[in-house]
Each structure stands twice: as structure tokens, then as C-alpha cells.
């Protein structure tokens, strides 16, 4: 079947002189798949992904195959144009897409590799629908935002159901109800639970509960209103979660449930937490695991036993979080240093690995606009290690630079990431080859000497052209190294990317002869993604961001061994592993 018949196929159900239209893929089993619909209201930045992927964990522990989606208002058609000071870290998954950072809680808390198929933006949508219409899909009919758009939503919804095979999909609608731009995604989901039937789905309302200090009571007013126009949409909620500074009274619950024919039972209290890992404890207190499956109707579907292992896992992870009898300091160089939204995977990752060695890392903000060779060792005073991490332009490069020679002179661990990366080989031509004007052409275009480049005829290999390298790429580690060491003795290790610039083959050479270590390198071309100074405590950076694949449970090896040569400089009298045991103790995985 050609792209054109499948496209007509799936809007088989169009016609000129009917108003339905919904489109259903090719293998879609109705019923197989439930759907748990998770909506804000009163404001934005609830924690609406973090729920809803805590949510999604408790039924993935019961032996529930799930599959997250995150509905996007905005249209970009991904995420790779966004600010990070705006919105956050771009995050970037294994096929390449670039998205919002809660595919990132996503994977981390359900330890699953998400695709494009997990993210939806109004970019998207709307390409999809011009390109159908200029393709004479719609046959004659007015494109309208009720039926058409809509179907669109609900064919990408029900797509991931057949492709993912889930027994649960989890769609959080970004932003607020009452918002412009979300509304369609709202109404697109209405008209799903009723296309798919009684019990196909379960509508989650999370609110939030104010406290104004000047009069000392939770206020339940705002939650309502926002639940009451959720319901002037056509959407009766079935769950209320309600978000606060602290527990929530039962007053305050009552008032929500009278007033938007929520049982009781089912309006619960979702009070700050001081770690994220420890809300799904909090969801099944609550019991809300139990009820979504009741709502659903799938309680015969899931496994007991593999629910009992599942959680002692989790559970043993959580109890090591208060259980810290060490503390480190990070420093970490960046642009974007007042918004920790920019560098959350890093955040993330440090966390993992500090649990795992029952060290509290803290993380010290670095501004390298100012920092030079003469003031780098005040900024660097009472760090541990530093991270000089990815990102673009030019601000503050020298600054980095200057940190990274601090570290590689005064045996401070140090791990470089993508940006890092290259200005560590750019650090390491300059003072150790001898190559005084070595920079990136992204920071100096006109440079003599340029390390770091754009390399299209390299890229063409991978069909990029001049474009960005993006997502997950497997890395060759030269044996012995310290990386090789770190990943378990393995040969090959993938990790993701997002880089322009690379390594110009030219200076390879020049550098490993003069003590360089390349020891992670693409399969088939010579671009390097991994380099280290074999007589340096801990000096080690990669082009990819290792950062993206942390997960709580099985925490990135290059973020151990720089927490754990942190620990090891910080109390040299305790006598700790070095850096590649410890990681090798605490990592059973390779990459
Ligand atoms: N700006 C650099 C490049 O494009 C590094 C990118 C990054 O750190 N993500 O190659």
C-alpha cells in the first residue's frame, strides 16, 4: 500500500455528507487500550508530568505495559528552537526528537526509551492537516477545527495505542485548561472517551489549593472555578489532584468534592515533596493506583508478584535518599545559570549518582563571563569537580576554558559535555600544543586554527549534511581506558547528541601525541565523542550529553566517577574507591 492509500485508509470514514470523522490507524484494537487523561487548572507548572508519570510507574510496576504522551499547545513543531531560560532543557531522545523536558521525567521515572511518538506539539498537528489538505485528503470538505484537528489528536493517540501495544496511555495536555491554544486538545479527548466508550478512560483534574499567608487557611475557591469551567468543556473529571504547599484539609476536599461530583475518596492531597522519587509512595497511599485501574475496569490485567519485586526495587532506592554520609560540591559552569530548568537532566544525573554512593551532591552555580587564568582558582576554591556543560554561542566560552586548564593543572575532577567537550580540546591545543588560536569556528568563524568545526563531508555519512547530529549514536571505547573501565569493560556504549561542531580530524593526531586520549569514537567516521587525560585523576568529556540517559535506577556511569573522584578529593583520609571501582560497584549497566 502506497503512503497515499494508507493516508486515505486511515481517514476512511470521511465523507462529504456526514460529521463523522475519526480516523483510526491500521491494527488499532479497540478496547485494548485505556487512557488516563491528566489536565491542569488554576495555573501551569503543577507537576502535571511528574504525576502522570508517577501515576504511570505504579500500573507499569503491576505489569501494565504504558506509554506516555505529552500534548504540546505551542507551534514549533519540536522543541530544538526554545530558549532554555524560557522553557527549559531541550530534551532529546534516542530517535532525535527534540522535546520537552517532561519526556525526560517520563523516561527516567519509567525507565523506557520514549520516540516522536510520545510528543505532540500544535506544530505538528497542524503541518500534518496542510499537508493532508494540499493533498486532497479531505476530499471536498471544509477543513475545521471540530472534526479535523481533533481527529488529527485522537489518530495520534490511538497510533501510539496500536503501535505501543500499551494497555494504558497516559496523555498530559501541557499548559492550563482555559487556555486558547490547549482547548482543541481538550475537546479532542472528550470526543475520544466517548468514541471509545464506558470505562475506556479516566480524566485527571490536577489543582492547586491556595495559602494565602495573610490569612493562614487553604483556600478551595480558584480549584473550583477551574474544575467548573474543565466541566463547562464537557469533561467530568474522575480524579482530583490536589496540589499544595502542604496537606491538604479535608475541608478543602470536601468543598472540591460537593461541589464537582468527585467522591470523597478520590479528591486527593498532593502536598510539595522534597523529592519527586517519593510521590509515587504518596499516589499509593492514596490508593489512586486501585481506582484508575476500577475506573478502567483492567483489575484482571495486572501481576502481583511482578508488583512486589518492582516496588522493593523502587523502595530500596528511595530509602537510600535521606541515607547520605557524604557531601560534595559540583561546580557547574553555565549560561543560563539562574534557571535550573536548563540544566534539569545534569541535576538529575548528579542526584542518581549521589544516591547511589550515599553522597549529597551540591551543586555550586559557576558565571564564567568574568572568570579568567588569573581568578579561576577563587571561583574554584570549594568545589569538588566541575561540569562545564553543553551550549551555544559564544558568552562565557573563555571563562569555561579557563576553568577547564584550572581542573586539568590542579588534578580537579572534571567532566565536559558536548559544549564542555570541545572547549577541553580546544583548552588542551591551545596550552599543551602549542596552538595559541585554536577555538571553534562557532565562537571565532575566521580562526587560523580551527579545532572545532562544522564538517559537513563528514556528516553526509549519516545523511546530515551541515545539520544538527541528533539523538542516540553508539560510541566504540578504546579498550583500557578510563571510559572503557567506567562502562563496564564494554566496547560499545550508546549515548545521545545534539552538536553542529566536532573535532576536525586535522588535529587529532597532534593531540594524542601530546597525551590526549580519544577513547570513545563513532563507528564508521572519525568524529570523537569521548576524550580523557589518562594521568589526571578524573579528566574526562564527551561530545553526546550522557546526562539524557540517567535514570534512578541505573545511573549514568560517567556522572558516578565524577561524584565518586569528587568524594575520593574531598576525604582523602577515608580511603574510598577510586573512581572506576566505585562506579563499577554501583552501575550494572552498560551506557
Ligand atoms: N554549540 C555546540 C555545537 O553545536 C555544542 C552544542 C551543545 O552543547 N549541545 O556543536
Known amino acids: 500500500m502506497t503512503d497515499s492509500e494508507d493516508l486515505l485508509q486511515k481517514v476512511s470514514d470521511i465523507s462529504t455528507d456526514s460529521e463523522f470523522f475519526s480516523p483510526v490507524p491500521k491494527g488499532y484494537k479497540k ?23 508517577c501515576l ?6 503491576k505489569g501494565l505495559k504504558v506509554a506516555p504522551i505529552k ?32 519526556l525526560g521525567t517520563y523516561e527516567r521515572i519509567l525507565d ?22 494540499r493533498h486532497g485528503d479531505y476530499l471536498g470538505r471544509d477543513v475545521q477545527m471540530i472534526p479535523h484537528v481533533t481527529g488529527e489528536v485522537k489518530l495520534k493517540l490511538r497510533q501510539l495505542a496500536a503501535d505501543s501495544d500499551a494497555d494504558v496511555v497516559f496523555v498530559e495536555i501541557g499548559g492550563t485548561v482555559g487556555d486558547l491554544e490547549n482547548a482543541y486538545y481538550i475537546e479532542a479527548t472528550r470526543e475520544m472517551a466517548y468514541e471509545e466508550g464506558p470505562n475506556s478512560s479516566c480524566f485527571v483534574a490536577l489543582t492547586y489549593i491556595l495559602e494565602p499567608p495573610t490569612l493562614g487557611e487553604q483556600k478551595s475557591k480558584a480549584a473550583q472555578l477551574g474544575i ?32 464537582s461530583n468527585v467522591p470523597f475518596e478520590r479528591v486527593i492531597s498532593l502536598p510539595d515533596s522534597a523529592s519527586i522519587y517519593m510521590i509515587p509512595a504518596m ?35 528511595t530509602d537510600k535518599i535521606d541515607a547520605k554520609d557524604y557531601q560534595i560540591t559540583i561546580g557547574i559552569t553555565g549560561k543560563y545559570t539562574s534557571v535550573r530548568d536548563s540544566y534539569a537532566s545534569i541535576i538529575n544525573a548528579l542526584e542518581h549518582a549521589g544516591i547511589a554512593l550515599g553522597c549529597d551532591v551540591k551543586i555550586e552555580w559557576i558565571e564564567t563571563t568574568t572568570i579568567t587564568d588569573d581568578n579561576a582558582a577563587e571561583n574554584l576554591n570549594d568545589v569538588d569537580g566541575i561540569i562545564v556543560p553543553g551550549g551555544f554561542g559564544t558568552r562565557g566560552a573563555e571563562g569555561k576554558i579557563a576553568c577547564i586548564k584550572y581542573a586539568k593543572e590542579n588534578n580537579l575532577p572534571f567532566l565536559g559535555l558536548c559544549f564542555g567537550f570541545q572547549m577541553a580540546v580546544i583548552e588542551f591545543a591551545r596550552n599543551v600544543c602549542s596552538l595559541k588560536k585554536a577555538n571553534s569556528t562557532e565562537i571565532k568563524p575566521e580562526c587560523p586554527e580551527p579545532v572545532i568545526d562544522i564538517l559537513p563531508e563528514q556528516k553526509k555519512i549519516e545523511g546530515l549534511g551541515g545539520n544538527m547530529r541528533l539523538g542516540g549514536r553508539d560510541i566504540e571505547l578504546k579498550r583500557r581506558t578510563l571510559a572503557w573501565k567506567l562502562f563496564g569493560k564494554t566496547d560499545s556504549v550508546r549515548m545521545r547528541f545534539r552538536h553542529r561542531y566536532e573535532v576536525d580530524p586535522r588535529y587529532i593526531e597532534c593531540m594524542e601525541k601530546a597525551g590526549l586520549v580519544f577513547s570513545g569514537k563513532a563507528p564508521n567516521q572519525p568524529i570523537m565523542q569521548i576524550l580523557e587525560i589518562p594521568s589526571h585523576r578524573f579528566f574526562i568529556a564527551t561530545q553526546a550529553h550522557p546526562c539524557l540517559t540517567s535514570r534512578p535506577l541505573r545511573p549514568q556511569p560517567i556522572f558516578v566517577g565524577l561524584v565518586a573522584a569528587a568524594m575520593q578529593r574531598h576525604y582523602p583520609q577515608d580511603k574510598l574507591s577510586d573512581p572506576v571501582k566505585a562506579t563499577q560497584k554501583v552501575c550494572n549497566r552498560p551506557g
Request: proline letters at 2%; charged letters at 25%.
Open 31 to 53: 478496547g485494548k487500550t485505556r487512557y488516563v487523561f491528566v489536565m491542569g487548572t488554576v495555573m501551569s507548572g503543577l507537576g502535571k508530568g511528574i504525576f502522570s508519570s
Open 56 to 61: 504511570a510507574k505504579l500500573l507499569q510496576d
Open 71 to 102: 500534548l504540546e499547545g505551542y507551534l514549533n513543531v519540536d522543541s530544538g528552537t526554545l530558549n532554555p531560560f524560557r522553557h527549559g532543557e531541550v530534551f532529546v531522545l534516542d530517535d532525535g526528537m527534540e522535546c520537552d523536558m517532561d
Open 112 to 133: 523506557q526509551d520514549l520516540s516522536r511518538a510520545n510528543f505532540a506539539t500544535s506544530g505538528q498537528i497542524f503541518s500534518s492537516i496542510l499537508h493532508k489538505e
Open 228 to 259: 467548573k469551567q474543565l466541566m463547562q468543556l464537557g469533561i467530568q473529571p474522575q480524579i482530583i489532584a490536589c496540589r499544595a504547599s502542604n496537606p491538604v484539609s479535608e475541608k478543602a476536599r470536601q468543598k472540591i468534592s460537593v461541589y
Open 283 to 317: 499516589l499509593r497511599d492514596n490508593g489512586l493506583d486501585f481506582e484508575v485501574l476500577r475506573l478502567l475496569k483492567i483489575e484482571d490485567r495486572i501481576n502481583l508478584r511482578h508488583e512486589r519485586k518492582a516496588w522493593a526495587q523502587w523502595c530500596d532506592f
